[in-house]
Nanobody, 117 residues
Framework: QVQLVESGGGLVQTGGSLRLSCAAS????????MGWFRQAPGKQRELVAF???????NYADSVKGRFTISRDNAKNTVYLQMNSLKPEDTAVYYC???????????WGQGTQVTVSS
């Protein structure tokens, strides 16, 4: 089983930047992708970005050009660099690991990102 711990959230003004980190531990050898999700109050959780074990990336349309996902395989850590933040980016951000059966059904505590207008 993979354990994931998110960090790096906070309060930032519109146009600001934050970098989120997600450290993975446990049975990480079977992971084929790592992703960042977010859930805003009253909304469903949505996939923001993911990166495959081969380094391919994919982004939601709403964050393309502003967010960058990257990974440090040596540290088993995935990052989400968020630039040009908007109030609509306000949410709890979660990372998740994808294995052969899909994204893990287990979620961590997440990290709160709040963008003030």
């Amino acid at each position: 089983q993979v354990q994931l711990v998110e960090s790096g959230g906070g309060l930032v003004q519109t146009g600001g930047s934050l970098r989120l980190s997600c450290a993975a531990s446990g049975s990480s050898f079977s992971i084929n992708a790592m992703g960042w999700f977010r859930q805003a109050p009253g909304k469903q959780r949505e996939l923001v970005a993911f990166i495959t074990s081969g380094g391919s990336t994919n982004y939601a349309d709403s964050v393309k050009g502003r967010f960058t996902i990257s990974r440090d395989n040596a540290k088993n850590t995935v990052y989400l660099q968020m630039n040009s933040l908007k109030p609509e980016d306000t949410a709890v951000y979660y990372c998740n690991a994808r294995q052969s059966y899909g994204w893990s059904p287990s979620w961590g505590q997440g990290t709160q990102v709040t963008v003030s207008s």
